[in-house]
């Protein structure tokens, strides 16, 4: 499922199966992004299917994924995997995933059970006891490091989505030196992924928003732009994908790459296509 996805960032199809082993196409993705930090942006739309299709790549890949779940239940995303053909709560039994329930975690610290000392929450920072979100990269940190025998491919952290943080009281400044010590970690230090949603309008007020989205932007070598439709609703083509390779963050001089797509979402499947090329207009 998303194939034709799969195929704009570089690589061809890929057939999943029950058991996770990675297809060469779906390796042949995870080399050419190791140790990258993919920014997922939308704007006038929900771009919440790109979460889904990462994290339902990465587990078929085969590689150990931390997803930080602030937006949804486990159920939500649970119903949405089963049909791109993934198991969450079996890659959760076997340890390939490490699920922190955002919502869940919230409710138990402010209203229910006290906080254990040996466990802190790794949202600590709602209670406030601190105002930074070490406890959170900790618990990042400990997932996704490696442990024998742990034969899992590449660590992946996954986060549904940042925006919430500032939402629930984050300062921009520990939501981004958040973002910066995984990114060190993940990406530098382990070879991994890091994988991110913010939220962001063009006329927003939420000027703490726009900071850290343009920083993080700054900052991300692969932004995919979920956009919808300046003309408004329309049943045929549903946004517009913008996909930029940030060429200029690692080669001095260079100018970035820019592809500009139009998508329509199915059930279980997005189709791309050129902007004006829809089969509604063809």
């Avoid at 690589?11 to 140790?35: T, Y």
């Avoid at 340890?95 to 040996?118: I, N, Y």
């Avoid at 995984?182 to 007020?205: A, I, K, P, Y």
Wanted: glycine residues 6%.
């Amino acid at each position: 499922m998303f194939a034709e996805l799969n195929e704009l960032l570089g690589a061809s199809p890929e057939r999943p199966d029950a058991q996770f082993v990675p297809s060469a196409h779906s390796v042949i993705l995870l080399l050419l992004f190791q140790g990258k930090f993919t920014l997922l942006r939308d704007t006038r739309t929900d771009g919440s299917f790109l979460v889904h299709h990462f994290l339902s790549f990465y587990l078929r890949a085969g590689c150990k994924v931390c997803f930080v779940a602030l937006l949804q239940s486990f159920s939500h995303y649970s119903i949405v995997a089963q049909k791109l053909g993934v198991n969450l709560a079996a890659a959760k039994e076997q340890g390939q995933l490490v699920f922190l329930e955002g919502l869940k975690s919230c409710l138990d610290l402010l209203f229910g059970k006290e906080e254990q000392p040996e466990e802190p929450s790794p949202l600590q920072f709602l209670s406030g006891s601190t105002c930074d979100l070490r406890a959170l990269f900790d618990f990042v940190r400990l997932s996704l490091t490696p442990r024998d025998p742990d034969s899992w491919k590449g660590p992946v952290l996954l986060v549904d989505d940042l925006s919430v943080l500032l939402s629930l009281g984050a300062a921009p400044v520990a939501v981004l030196d958040f973002i910066h010590y995984c990114r060190v970690t993940v990406c530098c230090q382990l070879q991994g992924n890091v994988v991110v949603l913010v939220h962001s309008s063009e006329d927003s007020e939420d000027e703490e928003n726009e900071l850290v989205v343009n920083s993080l932007c700054h900052h991300s070598d692969l932004i995919l732009w979920a956009e919808g439709l300046a003309t408004g609703f329309c049943k045929d083509v549903h946004g517009q994908m913008k996909i930029i390779k940030r060429l200029s963050l690692r080669q001095a001089g260079e100018q970035d790459l820019v592809q500009i797509y139009q998508y329509k979402i199915q059930d279980r499947n997005v189709t791309f296509f050129a902007r004006g090329l829809s089969a509604a207009v063809l």
